[in-house]
C-alpha cells in the first residue's frame, strides 16, 4: 500500500542554521509534491508545490528538492528563525487536475531555538 | 479577500448524536474537501465537492456525509458519533487544483 514518511521525532536546531526536512514515500509515482506548514491548533497553509520535472524549487529562504528515483523530498529552511517553529506536511499526489485528495504525511516538528 | 470559514470553531457533542459542520470557501472557489486531523492517524481525506458533487471520497464509514449548495458552500454531516470522531476536521478550499486553502477548523470533541 501507500505510504508516506516524514520524520516523527521533533527537529530541534539552532536559529540561523539551515533545517532539513525528509518526506520519503512507497508504493506510487506521485507526479507532484506539497509542502504545508502547520502550527498548533490552526488549519495547514500551502508552501510549495513541485512537479515531478522540477528537481528544485526556491521561495525566499525555502528550498524544495524532488528525487523521483529516491522517491524522496527534501524540504529546507535556510537561516531559520523561532518563528519557523511548527510542524510540516508532505503531500506527493498522482495528478493535479484528479481533484484534491491530498494523502498528507504524518509531518515533522520543528523547533528553532534562539 | 476573506479566507475559508469553519463553523462552528467548538463543539462537544455525545455518543449517538449526530454533527453538521459548515464552511464558506474563498470567493470565486469551487473545490471544497474534508479532512479529519486526528493525533493517531494525522490528517485525511474525507470528501471533495466541486459544482456541487462529490468528485472523490476518501475510506470513512457511511455515516460521514456532506454536500455543497449552488454558492459553493459545503457542509459535512457525521451521524451517530462515537468516541473516535473526536477530531480536529478541516476544509479547504482551491482555484486551480493543486494548492489547498485551509480553514482554521472545527474542534469536535465526543463525550
Given amino acids: ?114 | 479577500k476573506a479566507g475559508v470559514t469553519q463553523t462552528p470553531r467548538y463543539l462537544i457533542k455525545t455518543r449517538g448524536q449526530q454533527v453538521t459542520l459548515s464552511c464558506s470557501p474563498i470567493s470565486g472557489h469551487r473545490s471544497v474537501s474534508w479532512y479529519q486531523q486526528t493525533p493517531g492517524q494525522g490528517l485525511q481525506f474525507l470528501f471533495e465537492y466541486f459544482s456541487e458533487t462529490q468528485r472523490n471520497k476518501g475510506n470513512f464509514p457511511g455515516r460521514f456525509s456532506g454536500r455543497q449548495f449552488s454558492n459553493s458552500r459545503s457542509e459535512m454531516n457525521v451521524s451517530t458519533l462515537e468516541l473516535g470522531d473526536s477530531a480536529l476536521y478541516l476544509c479547504a478550499s482551491s482555484l486551480p487544483p493543486g494548492e489547498l486553502f485551509f480553514g482554521e477548523g472545527s474542534r469536535l470533541t465526543v463525550l
Fill in chain 1, 1 to 114: 500500500s501507500q505510504k508516506i514518511e516524514q520524520n516523527s521525532e521533533a527537529l530541534n536546531i539552532q536559529e540561523g542554521k539551515t533545517a532539513t526536512l525528509t518526506c520519503n514515500y512507497t508504493n506510487y509515482s506521485p507526479a507532484y509534491l506539497q509542502w504545508y506548514r502547520q502550527d498548533p491548533g490552526r488549519g495547514p497553509v500551502f508552501l510549495l508545490l513541485i512537479r515531478e520535472n522540477e528537481k528544485e524549487k526556491r521561495k525566499e529562504r525555502l528550498k524544495v528538492t524532488f528525487d523521483t528515483t529516491l522517491k524522496q523530498s527534501l524540504f529546507h529552511i535556510t537561516a531559520s528563525q523561532p518563528a519557523d517553529s511548527a510542524t510540516y506536511l508532505c503531500a506527493p499526489e498522482g495528478e493535479i487536475n484528479a481533484g484534491n485528495m491530498l494523502t498528507f504525511g504524518g509531518g515533522t516538528r520543528l523547533m528553532v531555538k534562539p
